[in-house]
């Protein structure tokens, strides 16, 4: 099921589904991860949003990332991920856009169920967050 969510504190929804869906996810604010990106950003000389950058965070943070298997490459979409993982939190990267999944809903600003995830992050421990 999607969930119409916007955690950005001025309701923009442009460039930062990297920062929402971690703060989705992990229940901290849009604000701390935006800082904790920049952070991670600023030590690896990279932007904050790219795939290295806020993969190293979230390694940090105890997630693992995972990848979809190859079977229907452009058939497994985020709604067919939910269907799949009733329970859990995950952060699913399309290669583009990122989307956070918490208990089989997709959550994000967009309905963005037909987007086609290529890797998930999920965390080692439950996140009591949120």
Excluded at 30 to 35: H, P, R, Y
Excluded at 63 to 88: A, K, L, M, S
Aim: negative net charge.
């Amino acid at each position: 099921m999607y969930i119409q969510r916007n955690n950005n504190p001025l309701r923009k929804t442009v460039g930062d589904c990297v920062i929402r869906s971690i703060s989705t996810v992990t229940g901290l604010s849009w604000n701390e991860v935006f800082t904790s990106l920049m952070v991670e950003g600023y030590t690896l000389k990279d932007m904050p949003n790219s795939n290295y950058v806020w993969g190293e965070l979230l390694r940090k943070w105890g997630f693992e990332r995972r990848i979809i298997p190859n079977t229907c490459p452009r058939c497994y979409t985020v709604r067919e991920f939910c269907r799949d993982h009733p329970e859990g939190r995950f952060i699913l990267a399309t290669g583009t856009h990122a989307v956070a999944v918490i208990d089989g809903d997709y959550i994000d600003t967009w309905d963005s169920g037909d987007q086609v995830p290529v890797y998930y992050w999920e965390p080692k421990e439950v996140i009591d967050a949120v």
